[in-house]
């Protein structure tokens, strides 16, 4: 089976960066993704990573090593709306299953 | 454009009760998927489908079952609702070749009593 694992929580300064780590153990690894969601709200698309290295949209950022099952997404220039729980997601099997993480949630703090 | 609509929003059933919760998306995506949320466990899948007429189990599948008997519709049934099946629904969609992107719809906050 799948099993991914992040912190649970995490807390950073308004303009600061912050990163969470998310580490994986699957089978027929296809790529990392990664998740926003805020409270009573639906999770929302934020990356992909396939290949190993960098990927930079903005003020978010995605890593992935896949030699080491480990991925991490950077969020840049925090704002206190970036205060959300953040998942990562692995897509994986002949039929592109997609599992999650339990999730991080960011708190940013003035 | 609608994306990914969940009916109905909110249910209270009785335990012993069934029901359907109905996924239907407007972009023509081939993959569609039912997750639950519980606090502190995050979203865990039930059953995906990545086609019309095909389903597949995820991680937690029982006491569920599902349908896509057209490609824009993925049905979700409880047969005999349990108080552990209170929980909020997500549905989701992607395409074949979607890059791990999934858009989810708004949710659907099922009580169990």
């Known amino acids: 089976g799948q099993s991914l694992e992040q912190p649970s929580e995490v807390t950073a300064v308004e303009g600061a960066i912050v990163q969470i780590n998310c580490t994986y153990q699957?089978?027929?690894?296809?790529?990392l993704s990664w998740y926003q969601q805020h409270d009573g709200g639906a999770p929302t698309f934020l990356s992909y990573?396939?290949?190993?290295g960098l990927e930079e949209t903005g003020r978010f950022s995605s890593f992935l090593s896949r030699s080491d099952s480990y991925g991490y997404l950077l969020l840049q220039e925090l704002q206190m709306k970036d205060s959300a729980s953040y998942f990562c997601?692995?897509?994986?099997?002949?039929?592109?299953?997609?599992?999650f993480g339990t999730g991080t949630k960011l708190q940013v703090i003035p | 454009n609608a994306g990914v609509t969940q009916t109905p929003k909110f249910r209270v059933l009785k335990t012993g009760q069934s029901m359907t919760l109905l996924c239907a998306q407007d972009?023509?995506?081939?993959?569609m998927y039912w997750y639950r949320q519980d606090p502190g466990m995050g979203l865990r899948l039930i059953h995906y489908?990545?086609?019309?007429?095909?389903?597949a189990k995820g991680e937690v599948p029982d006491g569920y079952n599902v349908s896509r008997l057209k490609k824009q519709n993925f049905l979700l049934g409880l047969e005999s609702a349990a108080p552990s099946q209170t929980s909020v629904y997500f549905c989701?969609?992607?395409?074949?070749?979607?890059?791990?992107?999934?858009?989810f719809g708004e949710g659907s906050r099922l009580t169990v009593l």
């Open positions: 699957t089978s027929g690894f296809y790529g």
């Open positions: 972009m023509n995506h081939e993959y």
């Open positions: 990573n396939a290949l190993d």
């Open positions: 997601a692995v897509t994986s099997g002949g039929y592109q299953k997609v599992t």
């Open positions: 489908s990545v086609g019309e007429g095909t389903t």
């Open positions: 989701a969609s992607s395409r074949s070749t979607g890059a791990g992107e999934l858009f």
